[in-house]
């Protein structure tokens, strides 16, 4: 192993899922890509640093759960759950089901929610035997009021006072990483440009933006959004609204940008 390539890692024994097929075949890894392993025998002409025996098992790209209001009989907008009890079943049960990290959602609620469990969301690494948590996505209540969906209409809050409110309402932000926010909103564009200088995601949803409104939330940095098509304006062909983000030339290009 030469310092500059890193340590070569060859899982035999293991099953992948190539050319809409399941074959028996050897994977190489190196600084956590795949590599072709002919490379590396007939160009670097060397072994493998690591070799793990995967005994027969599918090896396949995990599961990233960026939107889950609960599981498992949790619900992570209930008041009344013990959140940290709740949060360690859920993170066990997700790694069954090839889930290794996700973002305990939390929609409309009091103020006081936000206050009491937020602290106690805290985010963790994965491991063998439980699912990582990357941090809290808080949906709503920053959200319009003609674009609800199953959230508590006289819970829907606005931005009134800035960024202040945000503050008001969710307090400490720490454990944060996601808000999901319609940025038709008054000061909602103030507000995606200070999350974001914070390293929180803004994602747009619930919301009748149109898309022009969009392409400006994410001109100042909005780059998800929230379940597709659901709670938003319907795709039409004068406007086609936040879905017209997927095919808009009027966006930064440099970005990452994701739906859900």
């Not at 005994?55 to 939107?67: M, T």
């Not at 690494?125 to 990357?134: E, V």
């Not at 209540?141 to 829907?156: E, Q, T, V």
């Not at 507000?191 to 619930?206: A, D, P, Q, W």
């Amino acid at each position: 192993m030469t310092p500059t390539k890193g340590t070569l890692i060859q899982f035999v024994n293991c099953k992948l899922v190539r050319k809409q097929a399941i074959i028996s075949e050897d994977l190489w890894v190196r600084n956590g890509k795949i590599i072709d392993p002919f490379s590396v025998y007939f160009e670097e002409n060397t072994i493998a640093d690591v070799v793990v025996d995967c005994k027969g098992y599918l090896v396949a790209p995990s599961f990233i759960d960026v939107q889950i209001n609960g599981a498992f009989g949790i619900d992570f907008s209930n008041e009344d759950d013990d959140i940290e009890k709740g949060l360690e079943k859920v993170c066990q049960g997700l790694l069954a089901h090839g889930v290794t990290s996700f973002c305990p959602t939390v929609i409309t609620s009091p103020s006081s929610h936000y206050h009491k469990n937020l602290p106690k969301m805290s985010k963790v690494n994965g491991s063998a035997h439980r699912a990582g948590i990357l941090g809290v996505h808080v949906e709503g209540p920053f959200i319009s009021r003609d674009k609800p969906g199953a959230h508590p209409l006289n819970l829907i809050q606005t931005f009134e006072n800035g960024f202040k409110d945000v503050e008001n309402m969710y307090g400490d932000l720490s454990n944060v990483c996601l808000v999901t926010l319609a940025p038709e909103l008054p000061f909602a564009l103030d507000i995606i440009k200070e999350l974001s200088l914070r390293g929180i995601t803004v994602s747009l949803g619930h919301s009748i933006a149109n898309l022009a409104e969009g392409e400006i939330a994410v001109k100042s940095g909005a780059t998800f959004v929230t379940h597709l098509f659901n709670a938003m304006l319907p795709f039409h062909h004068r406007d086609p609204g936040l879905v017209g983000l997927l095919a808009s030339d009027n966006i930064p290009i440099k970005k990452q940008y994701s739906t859900e």
